[in-house]
């Protein structure tokens, strides 16, 4: 059973920092795809980063460069680090894992994901 808490979340000013972590239970596998979607009220659920069991790693346009997603050694924790962050970054960011697989081109998507965590609120303010 996997199981997926987020923590980390918070409310800083637009150029700030954020770090968000997922910790991760019931992952031991040896693929998987793991990251970080954001929703926004009244908008869809958005991929923002992954990281597969290769270390490969892949992040939405609107973020590269300013965030970056890592995993530790034991592979039970999930690390966001979110710098440069805009008014537009504002939203509930979720943690999601898929297992027996790696990432494909649909990380982005959803629906590609089967375990959720509950979300952390992060908010930039201008």
């Known amino acids: 059973q996997v199981q997926l808490v987020e923590s980390g979340g918070g409310s800083v000013q637009a150029g700030g920092s954020l770090r968000l972590f997922c910790t991760a239970s019931?992952?031991?596998?040896?693929?998987?795809?793991m990251g970080w979607f954001r929703q926004a009220p009244w908008e869809e659920r958005e991929g923002v980063a992954i990281v597969d069991s290769f270390g490969d790693t892949r992040y939405a346009d609107s973020v590269k460069g300013r965030f970056t997603i890592s995993q530790d050694n034991a592979k039970s924790t999930l690390v966001l680090q979110m710098n440069s962050l805009k008014p537009e970054d504002t939203a509930m960011y979720y943690c999601?894992?898929?297992?027996?697989?790696?990432?494909?081109?649909?990380?982005?998507?959803?629906?590609?994901?089967?375990?959720w965590g509950q979300g952390t609120q992060v908010t930039v303010s201008s």
């Open positions: 019931g992952t031991s596998y040896s693929s998987y795809c």
């Open positions: 999601a894992a898929r297992v027996y697989d790696s990432c494909s081109d649909s990380w982005n998507f959803a629906w590609y994901f089967g375990h």
